[in-house]
Antibody, heavy 119, light 107 residues
Framework: EVQLVQSGAEVKKPGDSLRISCKTSGYTFTNFWISWVRQMPGKGLEWMGRIDPSDSYTNNSPSFQGHVTISADRSITTAYLQWSSLGASDTAMYFC????????????WGQGTLVIVSS | DVRMTQSPSSLSASVGDRVTITCRASHGITNSLAWYQQKPGKAPNLLLYGASRLESGVPSRFSGSGSGTDFTLTISSLQPEDFATYYCQQYYTTLYTFGQGTKLEIK
């Protein structure tokens, strides 16, 4: 069974750094891209970027380029989303998702990680 | 970027109704379109891909059509569990984009 299990909710202050994780199991990690999707409170889905775990190639939405870093650790089949300096506007739910092989559609999702940034 | 515009933004309907949601792309995307359902507090769930292909396990009352710039999601006979928010997503370009969502509410 394909599973994506995300790390728990975080409460941070503006300027803090943060890394959240997406632990995968049930499939060959390096064969499927992983994307991160943001959902701000009461709003829609926004695609942030994706990673190919086989070579760690990433491509990000221009809206998020330079503000977040997507990475992966093949040894523990885990993908990450990282900020070096959080702002209040980063308050949101973040989902990781696994793409169907060679496709842009996302067929499996993590449960979401809530990030709250508040002074 | 390819912008995806859904209509309507919200929709009220009754159990048993047939409903249609529209998604329009700012540029042609062939049939590289997926539809997702999201319930409050939950992750999205893939319903259809390739504009019209039903994901495994999804009830056949869901169907999709379209190609190029105009697409539709149809639910043939609404069930209580179908009241949710629906999103389209294009994957024609590797800068994926979602529509803004359509909230389907009980009338």
């Amino acid at each position: 069974e394909v599973q994506l299990v995300q790390s728990g909710a975080e409460v941070k202050k503006p300027g803090d750094s943060l890394r959240i994780s997406c632990k995968t199991s049930g499939y060959t990690f390096t064969n499927f891209w992983i994307s991160w999707v943001r959902q701000m409170p009461g709003k829609g889905l926004e695609w942030m970027g994706r990673i190919d775990p086989s070579d760690s190639y990433t491509n990000n939405s221009p809206s998020f380029q330079g503000h977040v870093t997507i990475s992966a650790d093949r040894s523990i089949t885990t993908a990450y989303l990282q900020w070096s300096s959080l702002g209040a506007s980063d308050t949101a739910m973040y989902f990781c998702g696994r793409h169907s092989r060679g496709s842009g559609r996302i067929d499996s999702w993590g449960q979401g990680t809530l990030v709250i940034v508040s002074s | 970027d390819v912008r995806m515009t859904q209509s309507p933004s919200s929709l009220s309907a009754s159990v048993g109704d047939r409903v249609t949601i529209t998604c329009r792309a700012s540029h042609g995307i062939t049939n590289s379109l997926a539809w997702y359902q999201q319930k409050p507090g939950k992750a999205p769930n893939l319903l259809l891909y390739g504009a019209s292909r039903l994901e495994s396990g999804v009830p056949s009352r869901f169907s999709g059509s379209g190609s190029g710039t105009d697409f539709t999601l149809t639910i043939s006979s609404l069930q209580p569990e179908d009241f949710a928010t629906y999103y389209c997503q294009q994957y024609y370009t590797t800068l994926y984009t979602f529509g803004q969502g359509t909230k389907l509410e009980i009338k």
